[in-house]
């Protein structure tokens, strides 16, 4: 599908982007095209340089960059490691993967980390910006509608009210238990990401971690996907879970 080079720019001239790649003549051309499209680029030739850029930048700004680009293989830090390192920072952070065909074998620990768009090298022009453009807007609307409008559709008339942690049914409140509502909250905050099991477990059971198992858990998912039937509640075996819902 060809994107219209325009309705890109549309979106992502409003975005900042850090860019990490070790190769420099890749680098250099691709940091060009980056510089036409996004509001602000920095770049890293290696892990351990993008991140420590990553938290200078939300030092300094007091939010991290809407994008991140980064390459797999790089010297210091390779790309897995400084994914993980972000996404510690930023559950929700927005990042893309560029990987060449013989990097086939991280893909899948790439897509239960929580990656959703991968670019292959050598980079073809057209689905960069088809990339872009489903990454921009997928940033765009979360920018717009989580700070002004707390209410998040999860379809057939269902709604959470990430304001007041409340699941809605036709203006009516459904009721949720405490591990319930914290369960919608993490997946709501994670979206398109997996919730880990460390991660729930932490959530739920912070201070008595001999409560916390996956059959206690598994119970309470059961239950909360009869209150909430309009969404997906995604098991990954042996990662997690994650709520899947068309908003």
Same mark, same amino acid.
């Given at each position: 599908?060809?994107?219209?080079?325009?309705?890109?720019?549309?979106?992502?001239?409003?975005?900042?982007?850090?860019?990490?790649?070790?190769?420099?003549?890749?680098? &250099?051309? +691709? /940091?060009?095209?980056?510089? @036409?499209?996004?509001?602000?680029?920095?770049?890293?030739?290696?892990?351990?340089e #993008?991140?420590?850029?990553?938290?200078?930048?939300?030092?300094?700004?007091?939010?991290?960059?809407?994008?991140?680009?980064?390459d797999?293989?790089?010297?210091?830090?390779?790309?897995?490691?400084?994914?993980?390192?972000?996404?510690?920072?930023?559950?929700a952070?927005?990042?893309?993967?560029?990987?060449?065909?013989?990097?086939?074998?991280?893909?899948?620990?790439?897509?239960?980390?929580?990656?959703?768009?991968?670019?292959?090298?050598?980079?073809?022009?057209?689905?960069?910006?088809?990339v872009?453009?489903?990454?921009?807007?997928?940033?765009?609307?979360?920018?717009k509608?989580?700070? &002004?409008? +707390? /209410?998040?559709?999860?379809? @057939?008339?269902?709604?959470?009210?990430?304001?007041?942690?409340?699941?809605?049914k #036709?203006?009516?409140?459904?009721?949720?238990?405490?591990?319930?509502?914290?369960?919608?909250?993490?997946?709501?905050?994670?979206?398109?990401?997996?919730?880990?099991f460390?991660?729930?477990?932490?959530?739920?059971?912070?201070?008595?971690p001999?409560?916390?198992?996956?059959?206690?858990?598994?119970?309470?998912?059961?239950?909360?996907?009869?209150?909430?039937?309009s969404?997906?509640?995604?098991?990954?075996?042996?990662?997690?879970?994650?709520?899947?819902?068309?908003?």
């Open positions: 599908m060809q994107i219209d080079y325009h309705a890109v720019v549309s979106l992502t001239k409003h975005l900042t982007l850090l860019y990490a790649e070790d190769d420099p003549a890749f680098l &250099e051309e +691709t /940091r060009e095209v980056f510089e @036409e499209l996004f509001l602000h680029v920095d770049t890293a030739t290696n892990g351990e #993008a991140l420590t850029s990553y938290l200078d930048y939300k030092n300094r700004t007091g939010r991290p960059y809407d994008l991140v680009i980064t797999i293989n790089m010297p210091k830090m390779d790309g897995i490691s400084l994914i993980k390192k972000i996404y510690e920072q930023e559950p952070q927005s990042i893309i993967v560029i990987s060449a065909h013989n990097e086939s074998e991280y893909l899948l620990e790439l897509v239960n980390m929580g990656i959703e768009q991968f670019l292959l090298k050598p980079n073809n022009y057209d689905t960069m910006l088809h872009l453009h489903q990454s921009a807007k997928k940033i765009m609307t979360e920018q509608h989580l700070p &002004e409008n +707390t /209410r998040i559709s999860l379809g @057939e008339g269902y709604w959470w009210d990430a304001e007041k942690s409340l699941l809605l #036709a203006e009516e409140a459904v009721k949720l238990t405490k591990n319930e509502t914290l369960l919608v909250t993490l997946f709501v905050k994670n979206r398109f990401k997996i919730s880990t460390e991660e729930i477990f932490a959530l739920l059971w912070p201070h008595e001999h409560l916390a198992s996956a059959e206690t858990l598994k119970s309470i998912i059961s239950r909360l996907r009869k209150k909430i039937p969404v997906m509640i995604e098991n990954t075996y042996g990662l997690g879970y994650r709520m899947i819902y068309d908003a």
